[in-house]
């Protein structure tokens, strides 16, 4: 093995040789790690941790490649802690308690065990629950890794055991200095234009293992000459958004389509939408979520929405795709450019609010029917008032229980077509307010 160790390096083949150059350029200190200084700055969460001796169980809460398993390594350092790592995806039960029983013993020799965990999430409840015990009593400091929300992805007991940082993905100025540190490793022979070097960075979406692998993919293959846009986009292929159907990014991103039609922001909602469908989603879904919008955020302000909605929908069906994306983009617009208004939405949940309150009430006797006579006896039906043949059309009667008193729920806004419902709802309640006098 040693002689085989020799012919590599005599051959220019080192230790560095085989590994990848993100591997090569990780931080061995929180100076060099980028794009954090919300932890790692002056007045950085994680910075006062380390300061103060002090480092509890943490979960770092991040995209990929913004620096997560680098951290833990860093922190294992500054504790002066043996640093153990697993990944979710390949270890089970019986792993972890191999790792349980080698920290305990050195918890007795007088060393303490930091246990980095990768896509921490992906472990079932009775996993997570086996870190409990050894959380409580000192034998491990755990460091969870998760690209998922961990509100929703780890057991409340485990979470109120840790503490949750939030990483940020790598801003242009964290690409910037990486795109740096690779170009003095690689000896400064790597030549972009700054149109390709932006289009580098936006292929990378913020992720900083890739965009190194990105790097050394061009070194390797590009040459001494200077690499365009053009030259860029032949040696590396275009790739996929950061983006599953099932995962908190989908939620992240149909909340910010839909908070962007709701504050008539309509390019910010076409941005959205178009990044949803980049990433695969199902355009039938959007449609359905449009719909929702449509009567959640706009309702009779413009009762023309639902209808603009639904056929968008209906036209999808017929066209599919990519045609049929146009009518629910078309259907996008309307909503984000209409009146707002949910006054339908307030109105159904205070209803439905009552309707929980007062379950067993009965309607008033009045506006009930009576095809027995029995029910006659009982005065069903006695005293209703036909409103056709009021005056004005309107009788004015109470149609609450008699046990409630009268309730307002639709409160129309003065915008669109609410305009003309408030005039009817104004009009309506002083013909009332006569009528009670």
Known sequence: MEQAENLFESAGMGEDTARPLADLLRPQD????????????????????????????????????????????????????????????????????????????????????????????????????????????????????????????????????????????????????????????????????????????????????????????????????????????????????????????????????????????????????ARMLDGGEDPRYLARRIVRMAVEDIGLADPQALQQTMLAWQAYERLGSPEGELAIAQSLIYLATAPKSNASYVAIKQAMRSAKETGSYMPPAHILNAPTNLMKDLGYGVGYQYDHDAEDGFSGQNYFPEEMERQTYYKPVERGFEREIRKRLDYWQKLRDKKSQ
């Open 30 to 273: 929180f100076d060099h790690v980028f794009g954090q200084d919300h932890l790692l700055g002056a007045d950085g969460t994680l910075k006062r941790m380390v300061e103060a001796g002090s480092v509890p169980s943490l979960v770092f809460w991040g995209p990929p490649g913004c620096g997560k398993t680098t951290m833990a390594r860093i922190l294992a350092h500054h504790t002066n802690k043996h640093f153990e790592q697993l990944s979710a995806i390949f270890s089970g039960v019986g792993d972890l308690k191999k790792v349980f029983e080698s920290a305990r013993l050195r918890k007795q020799a007088g060393q303490g065990t930091l246990l980095f965990v990768d896509e921490i999430h992906r472990f079932n409840k009775s996993q997570q629950d086996a870190f409990l015990p050894v959380m409580e009593d000192g034998t491990i400091t755990l460091i969870g890794a998760t690209t998922e929300n961990p509100s929703f992805e780890l057991n409340a007991a485990l979470l109120s055991r840790c503490q949750v940082l939030v990483l940020k993905r790598l801003d242009e100025d964290a690409l910037d200095k990486l795109f740096q540190n690779a170009q003095e490793r690689l000896g400064g022979d790597l030549s972009l234009t700054d149109d390709a070097k932006q289009t580098l960075k936006a292929l990378a979406d913020g992720d900083g293992r890739y965009f190194l692998s990105l790097i050394e993919q061009l070194h390797a293959q590009a040459g001494d000459k200077e690499i365009d846009t053009d030259d860029l986009l032949k040696v590396i292929q275009k790739r996929a958004p950061v983006y599953d159907k099932g995962d908190d990014s989908h939620y992240n991103l149909i909340s910010a389509l839909h908070k962007s039609v709701r504050g008539s922001d309509v390019d910010g909602a076409l941005y959205w939408f």
